[in-house]
């Protein structure tokens, strides 16, 4: 049986219909169960429905063989397991936003963020040095209420942003979800693990070129 490790939420239902086109007979009321572990007997599958950040961690741990990331974790977390296929779902992308016209204090601006790391060397790399204050949630709350001049977040469609009055100062990287795998399940169940892959390349390499046609 090949345990897969997934992100509950928007990419879990993106991710659930990528694997039915793939060939996989999964239950109709996947996507409605409440449990956190489901097996498909089946298809020798069981998966584990995750938070977003705690993916990564479970393949890298073994106690899931693969899972399935967005790329702004494997770049924050940079967890020991191989980054296998671009699944090109979930598109958004990570970005630095403020208030408009906001004043940005000379010294060491404060930047509110759940992405630590990935702000970190962002703004290394722009040469700027930067105070990085880590939140859990409601980033865009931190310029309103003076916290941070500045943040770093997920943008999908910039709603969230625009309603909360920010706007969108500097996009940072592209994010799609990967299919990732545990390197020592990779060796043990190279089988399955290489038909999934092929599986769901063919889905993406025909979903590539309807959108091109």
């Known amino acids: 049986m090949l345990t897969v490790a997934m992100p509950k939420g928007r990419i879990f239902s993106e991710a659930i219909a990528l694997l039915k086109k793939a060939g996989y007979d999964l239950p109709a009321d ?18 584990i429905l995750a938070k977003p950040m705690d993916v990564a961690t479970y393949v890298e741990h073994g106690v899931a063989d693969v899972g399935i990331a967005g790329k702004d974790v494997m770049l924050e977390e940079e967890r020991d397991v191989y980054e296998i296929l671009d699944l090109n779902i979930s598109k958004c992308y990570l970005a630095v936003a403020g208030l ?18 990935i702000a970190s060397t962002y703004f290394r790399e722009q040469g700027e040095q930067v105070e990085i204050i880590k939140l859990n949630g409601s980033v865009e709350l931190a310029p309103l209420i003076g916290l941070a001049e500045r943040i770093v977040d997920i943008v999908s469609t910039g709603r969230t942003l625009k309603e909360n009055g920010l706007v969108e100062l500097e996009r940072i ?22 038909e999934m892959v092929e599986r769901l390349s063919h889905v993406i390499e025909r979903k590539g070129t309807s959108d091109e046609n």
């Open 30 to 47: 996947l996507e409605d169960s409440r449990k956190l572990m489901i097996d498909v007997p089946d298809e020798q599958l069981r998966f």
């Open 100 to 117: 408009p016209n906001s004043q940005v204090h000379d010294v060491a601006p404060r930047v509110a963020t759940k992405y630590p790391n």
């Open 173 to 194: 990287v592209e994010v799609t979800s990967r299919f990732i795998v545990n390197p020592v399940s990779y060796r043990l169940k190279n089988k399955a693990i290489d």
